[in-house]
């Protein structure tokens, strides 16, 4: 990214975070700052490398789209006193070197990220993925949920700030993730899948792709992550 780019983006957080934290009442760097252990939020960037997920309608890897939105909720909580642990930072797979195949190596990456969330004290996850249907009319985020304690009270609380601050239209609710998930059935910890949107919607696709509306979804998430852990973690 560019310098001036990057600057202008920066500036771009701050106002947003500094807005999404008005939303809520009560919700300031000096009361984030009490917990004593603090939990530690996970960011994971759903697939990468090999691995793109869901092509957009205009041939985007959801790979792409998922790391550009942790990029960003990253940047807002680091701008509010937190430090998440971020899974992936480039377009790569999290394998080990000796997987070969690309089963192998889907395989070896969900096992390793499972492994980097049960190694992190007080971890609670957040994974960012995009939706995809053969209907191009359906539109909207939808947040899911781990079978493990908190996790509903996440998904619900997240599913709210969504709708209210992002697409007040979207009337989807938080629901249970299928076993089928390997990474949301393996872990211990409170967990929450985020599907941010439609790909194969003409127009929520284009939001997708756009810095504007990144950001937008990244400090809602930012601001509903702030909220549960003052109010709802013990």
Not at 177 to 188: A, G, K, N, Q
Request: glycine fraction near 6%.
């Amino acid at each position: 990214m560019k310098r001036v780019g990057r600057w202008a983006l920066l500036w771009v957080l701050m106002l947003s975070t500094a807005y999404y934290l008005a939303l809520w009442p009560g919700q300031t760097v000096q009361t984030m700052n009490t917990r004593n252990p603090r939990p530690t939020l996970v960011l994971d960037a759903g697939h990468g490398g090999e691995d793109g997920g869901a092509v957009s309608i205009t041939g985007v890897p959801e790979s792409a789209i998922n790391l550009a939105i942790t990029e960003k909720l990253d940047l807002i909580l680091g701008l509010c006193g937190r430090a998440p642990k971020v899974l992936r930072q480039e377009d790569v797979s999290l394998h080990d070197p000796e997987a070969d195949t690309l089963r192998e190596k889907k395989s070896s990456d969900l096992k390793n990220r499972v492994a980097a969330v049960e190694e992190t004290e007080h971890a609670v996850l957040l994974s960012i993925h995009q939706n995809m249907f053969t209907n191009a009319k359906y539109h909207g985020a939808q947040v899911f949920f781990a079978p493990t304690p908190g996790s509903q009270e996440f998904a619900v609380h997240t599913q709210q700030i969504l709708r209210q601050s992002v697409d007040p239209a979207n009337e989807r609710q938080a629901k249970p993730i299928p076993d089928t998930v390997y990474l949301m059935s393996h872990i211990s910890c409170p967990a929450i899948l985020v599907e941010c949107g439609f790909l194969s919607n003409p127009e929520e696709e284009e939001k997708l792709r756009s810095d504007a509306y990144q950001i937008q979804l990244a400090a809602a998430l930012a601001g509903a992550w702030l909220q549960y852990e003052e109010n709802f973690i013990p």
